[in-house]
């Protein structure tokens, strides 16, 4: 068997792994093949140039690798998070491109009144803009998608959103209120290194085909990402989100992880 053939078997192994990973998700602790076969899926969705929303259905499959995985594995530990509950909706939340461009695509789609329309979220979203985590600190500037304090695009909110499940409410209050910035806010490992897992095949699959792995402020970049043709141009190559300054990068161990999955996908052609 010639190498080229040997590489195409084993993409479509990884690719088969990857389709299993959809159905089930995946375990606190994956083994890095799971994490690889995902990221051949993801690749794939994102290189199909049939798909014009290509970025934000990888997203869409993310967010549904994390669905499976919280609920195949609950927390032991008792979340205090609930409906109307918007604490940590008035703090500062980043969101990776493709997250952000499925939120605008909703956004744009939406028939009911439970969202805001396109004009009070760009609104909303300005309030936010150019603040950083320390800024937004105590300022109980709510997210531009916060509504009765509940979340108007639940189903699309990003991976970071999804991530946060605090076991106690009075540490929420204390960061809302302002009056401990280094407070310890107890949450569930659990839906942390879910998010972590879903979103490092993600990053990986973006490198692999050179684009931008950056996250950005949830209004910054929403009010980018609701532009005219704001995907297909990020898709191209084109800059998007020029002038806004990216969130935080992923720690080095993490980084790491991203690059040696996206020198696999990029070997397996």
């Known amino acids: 068997m010639s190498d080229r053939q040997q590489r195409r078997q084993k993409k479509h192994q990884l690719h088969q792994l990857g389709e299993t990973v959809l159905k089930r998700g995946l375990p606190q602790a ?18 199909d140039t049939n798909v ?19 609920k195949s594995t609950p927390s032991k530990l008792d979340i205090a998070c609930r409906k109307g509950c918007g604490y940590c909706c008035h703090t500062w939340v980043s969101a990776t491109a493709p997250e952000l461009f499925l939120i605008a695509r909703a956004l744009q789609s939406a028939n009911s009144g439970g969202a805001p329309g396109r ?19 105590g300022r109980k500037i709510p997210c531009a998608l ?30 809302y209120e302002g009056r401990d910035f280094n407070g310890d806010m107890i949450v569930s490992r659990l839906y942390l290194d879910h998010a972590r897992n879903c979103r490092i095949p993600l990053q990986a699959a973006l490198a692999s ?16 990402a609701l532009g005219p043709g704001a ?3 990020w898709l191209s190559g ?10 935080p ?21």
């Open 119 to 137: 004009a009070a979220v760009l609104d909303r979203a300005g309030k936010t803009a150019g603040l950083d985590i320390t800024q937004r600190f």
């Open 30 to 47: 994956p083994a890095p093949e799971a994490l690889l076969g995902l990221a051949v899926v993801l690749r794939g969705a994102l290189a």
């Open 238 to 247: 084109r800059d998007t989100f020029q002038g806004i300054t990216p969130a």
């Open 231 to 233: 995907e297909a141009a």
């Open 209 to 224: 085909l050179d684009l931008p792995l950056a996250s950005y402020e949830l209004g910054s970049g929403l009010t980018a």
């Open 249 to 269: 990068a992923e720690p080095t161990q993490i980084q790491q992880v991203i690059h040696r999955l996206a020198t696999a996908l990029v070997a397996l052609g």
């Open 52 to 70: 014009g929303d290509r970025a934000s259905r990888a997203a869409e499959i993310v967010h549904k690798v994390f669905e499976i995985s919280a």
């Open 146 to 175: 916060l509504v009765d304090d509940a979340c108007s695009m639940y189903a699309e909110r990003p991976t970071v959103c999804r991530q946060v499940t605090s076991t106690e409410l009075a540490a929420c209050i204390d960061e």
